[in-house]
């Protein structure tokens, strides 16, 4: 099994964790007390750093109950962390909502997916092969 190394920037943080066996997302805790107003987005601190395993990207991705209940996602969904990146993790969360969104220090925020990472050559082409949905898209398949 790989490991990810979790270091902790912020007597408040809080390790990522599986909150069932078997679930893909590590949920991810907040450092912050903070509001959010209606079409406004924060970054939320988590005060953690990781150190991902080789090959792989941590994907940030919104909860579906504060989604649900309050109207609360990650903006930049899925975001994206680097193998590389060893800096202080942050969730960037905007509210859909009609009302006030209050972020309180350990609350799940987002969760963490790790997935592999499948690097390519980029070659430059002429032509590419044809398919039979060519280059039909944004709704091009119907209702």
Known sequence: MDKLYIK??????????????GDAGLDL???????????ESKLIHTGIS????????AQIRPRSGLAL??????????GTID???RGEIGVIL??????????????K??????????VVQVQKVDELSSTERGEGGFGSTGV
């Open 29 to 39: 805790f907040s450092i912050d007390e903070i509001e959010i107003l209606p079409g």
């Open 69 to 78: 209940k309050n109207q609360i996602t990650v903006l930049n969904t899925p």
């Open 83 to 85: 193998e590389g990146y």
């Open 8 to 21: 902790l920037l912020d007597k408040n943080a809080k390790l990522p964790e599986y909150a069932h066996e």
């Open 50 to 57: 990781i150190e991902l395993p080789k090959g792989t990207e």
């Open 94 to 107: 905007i509210n859909h909502g009609k009302n006030t969104f209050s972020v309180e220090k350990g609350m």
């Open 109 to 118: 925020i987002a969760q963490m997916v790790i997935k592999p990472v499948l």
